[in-house]
C-alpha cells in the first residue's frame, strides 16, 4: 500500500473540518470521465461524514490523453486565487463536455471572476507550478491514474463508489 508523499497542509484546497479525523484525497483530472463520475460520489460521501471527513482535491492532469486537463486545472487554481476554487471545481467537472477556453471564460465570469486576467493567466502560466507541485507529489505518491484516493495518508485501491469508499473511511475512523 503506498503512502501520500506530500503531507495535507494550508496550501490544500480543502473542504469540510480541517481537523477532522479523517482526510480523504483525491487526485484528479477535470477532463477524466472516472473523475466526473467520482464527483457526485464524493460530495455524497462528505455529506455523509459531515465533520468526520476532511475532503483535499490535487491536480493530476493527464495532458497525454486530455487536451484540456492542464488548462482546466490552471483555471481552477485562478479561481483558488479568487477565494472560488470549490464553485469552479464543481462546475468544471458538471460541464466537462465543454472544456476548454470559451467554457472558462464562461465560468469565470459566472463566478464574477475577470475573464479577461483568467486568459492572460492561462497565457503566462500563471498557475502551471502549482498545478505542477501537485502532479509531482502524485507521482512521489504512485499516483498513476485518475482519481487516485488517500485516506489518512494511505491509498485506497478498493473501487471508487460510495459503498467503498465508506467502507474505507469508516475502517480509518476504528482505527483511531
Same mark, same amino acid.
Given at each position: 500500500?503506498?503512502?501520500?508523499?506530500?503531507?495535507?497542509? &494550508? +496550501?490544500?484546497?480543502?473542504?469540510?473540518? #480541517?481537523?477532522?479525523?479523517?482526510?480523504?484525497?483525491?487526485?484528479?483530472?477535470?477532463?477524466?470521465?472516472?473523475? +466526473?463520475?467520482?464527483?457526485?460520489?464524493?460530495? =455524497?460521501?462528505? +455529506?455523509? @461524514? &459531515?465533520? =468526520?471527513?476532511? @475532503?483535499?482535491? *490535487?491536480?493530476?492532469?493527464?495532458?497525454?490523453?486530455? %487536451?484540456?486537463?492542464?488548462? %482546466?486545472?490552471?483555471?481552477?487554481?485562478?479561481?483558488?486565487?479568487?477565494?472560488?476554487?470549490?464553485?469552479?471545481?464543481?462546475?468544471?467537472?458538471? #460541464?466537462?463536455? =465543454?472544456? &476548454?477556453?470559451?467554457?472558462? /471564460?464562461?465560468? /469565470?465570469?459566472?463566478?464574477?471572476?475577470?475573464?479577461?486576467?483568467? +486568459?492572460?493567466?492561462?497565457?503566462?502560466?500563471?498557475?502551471?507550478? =502549482?498545478? *505542477?507541485?501537485? @502532479?509531482?507529489?502524485?507521482? *512521489?505518491?504512485?499516483?498513476?491514474?485518475?482519481?487516485?484516493?488517500?485516506? #489518512?495518508?494511505?491509498?485506497?485501491?478498493?473501487?471508487?463508489?460510495?459503498?467503498?469508499?465508506?467502507? /474505507?473511511?469508516? /475502517? %480509518?475512523?476504528? %482505527?483511531?
Amino acid at each position: 500500500m503506498s503512502e501520500l508523499d506530500m503531507p495535507v497542509s &494550508g +496550501r490544500d484546497h480543502t473542504q469540510g473540518n #480541517n481537523h477532522a479525523p479523517v482526510t480523504l484525497v483525491e487526485y484528479g483530472d477535470y477532463e477524466c470521465p472516472h473523475c +466526473r463520475a467520482a464527483h457526485p460520489v464524493i460530495k =455524497r460521501v462528505e +455529506r455523509h @461524514f &459531515g465533520e =468526520r471527513l476532511c @475532503f483535499v482535491f *490535487r491536480n493530476f492532469p493527464l495532458t497525454q490523453i486530455h %487536451a484540456n486537463a492542464q488548462s %482546466a486545472a490552471e483555471t481552477a487554481e485562478f479561481a483558488a486565487s479568487e477565494g472560488k476554487f470549490w464553485e469552479m471545481h464543481d462546475l468544471l467537472f458538471e #460541464n466537462q463536455e =465543454r472544456l &476548454g477556453d470559451d467554457l472558462f /471564460a464562461e465560468l /469565470a465570469t459566472q463566478l464574477g471572476l475577470d475573464a479577461t486576467k483568467l +486568459r492572460e493567466s492561462l497565457e503566462n502560466g500563471s498557475y502551471t507550478s =502549482r498545478v *505542477r507541485n501537485d @502532479f509531482t507529489g502524485g507521482v *512521489r505518491s504512485g499516483v498513476n491514474g485518475t482519481p487516485t484516493f488517500f485516506i #489518512n495518508g494511505q491509498r485506497h485501491n478498493g473501487p471508487a463508489d460510495f459503498e467503498h469508499l465508506v467502507k /474505507a473511511i469508516e /475502517a %480509518a475512523l476504528a %482505527a483511531q
